[in-house]
């Protein structure tokens, strides 16, 4: 696609339920990034992935996230059982392979209650 | 990991006027991207400089990759400008690092 699209664009749940934001990339971009963005704060980095190389999970803040990624397409981030610090901004970024710029996508915007 | 720090962390121009943010990292990076949130939320790319120095209209940008830092310009200001200018690196396996942004408020 033209541009990196996030969706869904917003999402309110309940504390305690599970969420799976979706990122598809730019065509061609196998790098992958997830950022989060907590209401008036910088981006707090998540996960990275790069065509078939082991994604880079250190950011990830528990073990109720996770993220896919089929190949070098769509990224689905997971977050279970969602707590109301999960509330933030969800970033998704593409670049392609090696020392290349990144673009973002819309983000997704999480309101857990 | 690599520190990466933006100054002033807020800064209220009035419309016409110049300004300098500056971003400062602690070690060798890749790549440096600076980047405008507008108040959608949406991250703008701006400039893609890993060294030297690069304009468009009135933005530039200047990155000395030896001193660790670098800087945007932004020249006769517009309410429009207003936002958060975000410095992010790149570094080991093109990781990105984010400053805290630097907050701009123009007014007319």
């Known amino acids: 696609g033209a541009g990196v699209s996030q969706s869904p664009s917003n999402k309110v749940t309940e504390k305690g339920k599970d969420v799976e934001l979706r990122c598809d990339p730019i065509s061609g971009h196998t790098a992958l990034y997830w950022y989060r963005q907590r209401l008036g704060q910088g981006l707090e980095f998540l996960i990275y992935?790069?065509?078939?190389?082991?994604?880079?999970k250190s950011g990830l803040p528990s073990d109720r996230f996770s993220a896919e990624r089929t190949g070098e397409s769509v990224s689905t981030l997971t977050i279970q059982r969602t707590q109301q610090e999960d509330s933030a901004v969800y970033l998704c970024a593409s670049s392609f392979p090696g020392v290349t710029e990144a673009f973002f996508g819309q983000g997704t915007r999480l309101t857990v209650v | 990991g690599i520190q990466v720090e933006q100054s002033p962390p807020d800064l209220i121009l009035q419309e016409g006027a110049n300004s300098t943010l500056r971003c400062n990292f602690s070690?060798?990076?890749?790549?440096l991207q600076w980047f405008h949130q507008n108040p959608w939320g949406q991250l703008i790319n701006l400039f893609y400089?890993?060294?030297g120095t690069k304009q468009n209209g009135r933005l530039s940008a200047t990155t000395v990759a030896t001193e660790r830092y670098s800087l945007l310009y932004i020249s006769s200001s517009q309410t429009t400008d207003s936002g958060v200018y975000f410095c992010?690196?790149?570094?080991?396996?093109?990781?990105?690092?984010f400053g805290k942004g630097n907050q701009v408020v123009v007014i007319p």
């Open positions: 992010a690196v790149g570094y080991g396996n093109n990781r990105l690092a």
């Open positions: 992935f790069q065509g078939n190389s082991a994604p880079d």
């Open positions: 070690d060798s990076v890749n790549n």
């Open positions: 400089i890993p060294s």
